[in-house]
């Protein structure tokens, strides 16, 4: 299994915010079935102000470029990134197009059973 820790930002606006909040609710099928498709088996967003955090974890042949693939290729995923971005905004450190960045981990610790 690998993790990935990804960062994204939301627009300042509390109404854009809750919308977006409620889509995270009940999101679509077919969203749900490309995630898991492309090998990531847990997916978990979390939020403070309008920073968004994702935290993935995948079997071992996941790969970005992969799942780009996919996600170009499937309509219902792009529909739900193109309504998605009503409510994303890039981070600075963003390269042209970027929506999730990947973050760097810069602290780990983890109990070693004896």
Not at 84 to 97: D, I, R
């Amino acid at each position: 299994m690998k993790r990935y820790c990804l960062g994204l930002g939301l627009q300042d606006d509390e109404e854009l915010i809750a919308e977006y909040e409620e889509m995270h609710k009940n999101v679509w099928p077919e969203i749900k079935a490309s995630i898991l498709g492309s090998g990531i088996i847990d997916m978990q967003i979390y939020r403070v102000d309008t920073l968004l955090v994702m935290i993935m974890d995948t079997d071992e042949e996941f790969s970005f470029a992969h799942k780009a693939e996919m996600d170009a290729a499937n309509p219902k995923v792009q529909e739900w990134e193109q309504l998605m971005w009503k409510y994303q905004q890039a981070l600075p450190s963003a390269k042209p197009g970027e929506k999730w960045v990947l973050m760097d981990q810069i602290f780990a610790l983890k109990k070693i059973a004896h």
